[in-house]
Structures are given as structure tokens and as C-alpha cells.
């Protein structure tokens, strides 16, 4: 099964960007579909965003569309997300997720993923 760890969060003041990574072990890397979700202090945790096996087909949360972005690098066993103008209520442990599946249809619950990453703290300053 593969392994996830991500990288990439931090302190940044509201309006800036991070691009947060999760790097994957083993060689079926091109085999999952991935995710990326948050939790915040005191909240259940949400969808962010997902991709599929090839990068061609991604989803985001309705309130995220447009200043998130996901994507991949199946060479480099690694996905992304490049986040713009954080917000405050951006705040939170962000965690990516892979599922095996090799279609075209993106999953937003959590549930279904069987491989989670440690997680990286995201933190935006207002």
C-alpha cells in the first residue's frame, strides 16, 4: 500500500500562498487517486480537493474553487496543492489521501480513502 507524507505548510499572513506536497513511496503510485483534506480546531474534517490517476480530471469544494489548485506528478510520485490568497479560515491540518482507483471520477469522502498522510500544519495570519 502506498505511503504519504506531505510537506510544505507554515506560517503565512492572509492573502499569501503556500504550495503544499505529498510525496508517495512504492511504485504504484499512478494507480491511485488522490486527496487533499483539512481540519481545523474543533471541526470535523473536510474535502479540499481531488484528483485522478492520470491528472485529468479534478474536483474541488465549492468554496475553495479558484484559489486552489491540485495536481500531480506521477514521475516524481508526488501531488500538490498550490494555495492563493489564504484566508484565516484557511487555518488548519491539511492531509492528502489516495484511493486505488483508476477511473475518471473523483471521491470527496473521506471514507473511502485507505492511505493518509501525517498531515502539515497550515497556519494564516490576518
Known amino acids: 500500500q502506498v505511503q504519504l507524507v506531505e510537506s510544505g505548510g507554515g506560517l503565512v499572513q492572509a492573502g499569501g500562498s503556500l504550495r503544499l506536497s505529498c510525496a508517495a513511496s512504492?511504485?504504484?503510485?499512478?494507480?491511485?487517486?488522490l486527496g487533499w483534506f483539512r481540519q481545523a480546531p474543533g471541526k470535523d474534517r473536510e474535502f479540499v480537493a481531488a484528483i485522478n490517476w492520470s491528472g485529468g480530471t479534478t474536483s474541488y469544494a465549492d468554496s475553495l474553487k479558484g484559489r486552489f489548485s491540485i495536481s500531480r506528478d506521477n514521475a516524481k510520485n508526488t501531488m500538490y496543492l498550490q494555495m492563493n490568497s489564504l484566508e484565516p479560515e484557511d487555518t488548519a491540518v491539511y492531509y492528502c489521501?489516495?484511493?486505488?482507483?483508476?477511473?475518471?471520477?473523483?471521491?470527496?469522502?473521506?471514507?473511502?480513502?485507505?492511505?493518509w498522510g501525517q498531515g502539515t500544519q497550515v497556519t494564516v495570519s490576518s
Open positions: 512504492g511504485r504504484t503510485f499512478s494507480s491511485y487517486a
Open positions: 489521501a489516495a484511493r486505488l482507483y483508476r477511473g475518471t471520477t473523483n471521491e470527496v469522502r473521506d471514507r473511502f480513502y485507505v492511505a
